[in-house]
T-cell receptor
Framework: DAKTTQPPSMDCAEGRAANLPCNHS???????VYWYRQIHSQGPQYIIH???NNETNEMASLIITEDRKSSTLILPHATLRDTAVYYC????????????FGKGTRLHILP | KAGVTQTPRYLIKTRGQQVTLSCSPI?????VSWYQQTPGQGLQFLFE???????NKGNFPGRFSGRQFSNSRSEMNVSTLELGDSALYLC????????????FGSGTRLTVV
């Protein structure tokens, strides 16, 4: 079973920030939070990951709560090309556990 | 640099046959993982290899197997194909298994008839 819970779908207006939540209330101390997205009929694309500090790269920002039980992926200026299914995954830092994708959040960017 | 390459892109097989899918990781990547994606079950983890050793295995029957070669290229095999094995099979590679993101290939679409 997936270790994360995400809303099945969300809408966001083009040009606005898209904030995608993820609940991982059973996360353990050595587990990282990863985000991927999958645009229709393509392989998933890695976006960002983090342990406990907030992270930012050219694609997105990852905000992890202090208790690490939830996180938010932020796409600062959503475009139509950001329409995709977004997956939040929790995995141990040693990579010795299975990689489990949940159902993800289908993000619709509205023009 | 070249991405993750999966061959073939499309495949049609008959029930009972076997199939071998190939994955060439990004140069320098030593970890390769495989996934099955279907509309009903979503993305499901099959197995992961690092330095020719299987590190993890998902909940699939023994008909699904894989291996990794010394050059990090990987193959997965499905024997005695069933209609339910029709799916998109995705391969992903990473530098290693320690907190790195995975780069996915475009997948092999297998249809079993």
């Amino acid at each position: 079973d997936a270790k994360t819970t995400q809303p099945p779908s969300m809408d966001c207006a083009e040009g606005r920030a898209a904030n995608l939540p993820c609940n991982h209330s059973t996360i353990s101390g050595n587990e990282y939070v990863y985000w991927y997205r999958q645009i229709h009929s393509q392989g998933p694309q890695y976006i960002i990951h983090g342990l406990k500090n907030n992270e930012t790269n050219e694609m997105a920002s990852l905000i992890i709560t202090e208790d690490r039980k939830s996180s938010t992926l932020i796409l600062p200026h959503a475009t139509l090309r950001d329409t995709a299914v977004y997956y939040c995954i929790v995995r141990g830092g040693l990579g010795d556990d299975k990689i489990i994708f949940g159902k993800g959040t289908r993000l619709h960017i509205l023009p | 640099k070249a991405g993750v390459t999966q061959t073939p892109r499309y495949l049609i097989k008959t029930r009972g046959q076997q199939v071998t899918l190939s994955c060439s990781p990004i140069s320098g990547h030593r970890s390769v993982s495989w996934y099955q994606q279907t509309p009903g079950q979503g993305l499901q983890f099959l197995f992961e290899y690092f330095s020719e050793t299987q590190r993890n295995k998902g909940n699939f029957p023994g008909r699904f197997s894989g291996r990794q070669f010394s050059n990090s290229r990987s193959e997965m095999n499905v024997s005695t194909l069933e209609l339910g094995d029709s799916a998109l099979y995705l391969c992903a590679s990473s530098l290693n298994v320690l907190n790195y993101g995975y780069t996915f290939g475009s997948g092999t679409r297998l249809t079993v008839v």
